[in-house]
Every structure is written in C-alpha cells, then in structure tokens.
C-alpha cells in the first residue's frame, strides 16, 4: 500500500485565488512528521512546511498553511493569493520515527500546479 | 541560492565514461542524501550517509559508488552507465536528530547518457 497518496496529478488556478492540494498518509507510527516542498521546473526541492503528528494546531508558514486531519490521515497543503511563480510540481512526503536515525522520507506522487494569469 | 551546492549542474557521458558529481553543504548536517529523480516523478532514494557513514543503500547498481570525505561533502561516482540511467540527481542534507527538521535539497545535476 501506497503511503502517501496524492490524488490530484494536475491543478489549475487563477492568479490571487486560493487552491488546495491533497495528500492522505498511512502509517501505524505514532510518531511521524509531514512535510510539504515545491519543484519548480529549475529541479530544487524548496522545503514550505512542516506538521508533526503531535502538533495541537495547524502548520502555518507565511502564504501556505496545512489542513490537518489526523484522524482521516490527510495533510493538505492551502496556497493562498496564488502567484504566477507558485507554479511549481508540489510533493507531500512524510517522516516516520521508526524509519530510524537518518531522516528518511516517503514521497507522494506530486502534484503539478499551474497559476493561471 | 541554496545551502546545498551541486556540481556540475548539467552532465552529458557516454557509457563507457567515468565521472562524479559532488554535493557540498555548510550547515554542520551530519546526514547526507543521494536520490535519483525520472522526469514528473517522485525522488527515489539512492543512498543515505550518516556521520559520514554509509547507512542506507536502496539496492543501487554497483555503477554508482557514493563517497563522504567528510562531514561537508558527498560525492556520487559513475562508471559504466546506462540510458535509463539519465535522469537528475539530487543531493539533500538534514540533522541526524530533531524530528521537525527538514531535508535541504541542491539544485541538482541533470544527467544524460549517451
């Protein structure tokens, strides 16, 4: 089983709207942290966001902000007032503790998002 | 700019070539990353260094050999590739420990064999 699933392959938006990205988890971990980062078509990584399992409130950084809901196992990624440079492929990936001491992660599929002006 | 410095950023080699590429981080993370990355797919973990010490090796072809001189540099040496070898590379850094901290990724070298 896959255990990060991101359904959404393609999302568009209008420039300044706000759009979600989904992404559902399966772990048996207590102990896991969620991380979200954007590849813009250059090919870095850009870390955004992080949400562990123990968190009380929700992740926010900036424009981005996570709807967590530990109970359905999803951590979607809210992009507000979209902009042309945030069309990028954005991957979910997670962290589990018993993956050990190096920080290994799990990533989803991605999804490639398109501003549209 | 990132944290994590890729070299070279672009890489053209015919099979029976060696080469390398280097990855170089100033941050004092102690765990390294190699992953390999197909074009619109997730990256696929290569190797994983901790302490400088080779913890994970995801079955990787022996036609890739991963190298960690020390705690600010990882090397990646190819010999004896292949087409579906193509793809980018992408080195990542991150604390060992500190369950919140992320993995900061280069730029990556973009691969292609002939």
């Known amino acids: 089983a896959q255990k990060i699933t991101q359904t959404q392959p393609g999302m568009f938006v209008q420039e300044k709207e706000a759009v979600t990205l989904d992404c559902t988890y399966d772990t048996s971990d207590p102990s896991y942290g969620l991380f979200w980062y954007k590849q813009p078509s250059s090919g870095e990584m850009i870390f955004l966001i992080y949400q562990g399992s123990y968190d009380q409130q929700n992740a926010t950084e900036g424009r981005y902000s996570l709807n967590f809901q530990k109970a359905r196992k999803s951590a979607n990624l809210v992009i507000s007032a979209s902009q042309l440079g945030d069309s990028a492929m954005y991957f979910c990936?997670?962290?589990?503790?018993?993956?050990?001491?190096?920080?290994?992660?799990?990533f989803g599929s991605g999804t490639q998002l398109t501003v549209l002006p | 700019d990132t944290e994590v410095t890729q070299t070279p950023k672009h890489l053209v080699m015919g099979m029976t070539n060696k080469k390398s590429l280097k990855c170089e981080q100033h941050m004092g993370h102690r765990a390294m990353y190699w992953y390999k990355q197909k074009a619109k797919k997730p990256p696929e973990l290569m190797f994983v260094y901790s302490y400088e010490k080779l913890s994970i090796n995801e079955s990787v072809p022996s036609r890739f050999s991963p190298e960690c001189p020390n705690s600010s540099l990882l090397n990646l040496h190819l010999h004896a590739l292949q087409p579906e070898d193509s793809a980018l590379y992408l080195c990542a850094s991150s604390q060992v420990r500190g369950g919140n901290q992320p993995q900061h990724f280069g730029d990556g070298t973009r691969l292609s064999i002939l």
């Open positions: 990936a997670m962290r589990e503790a018993q993956s050990g001491s190096a920080r290994q992660l799990t």
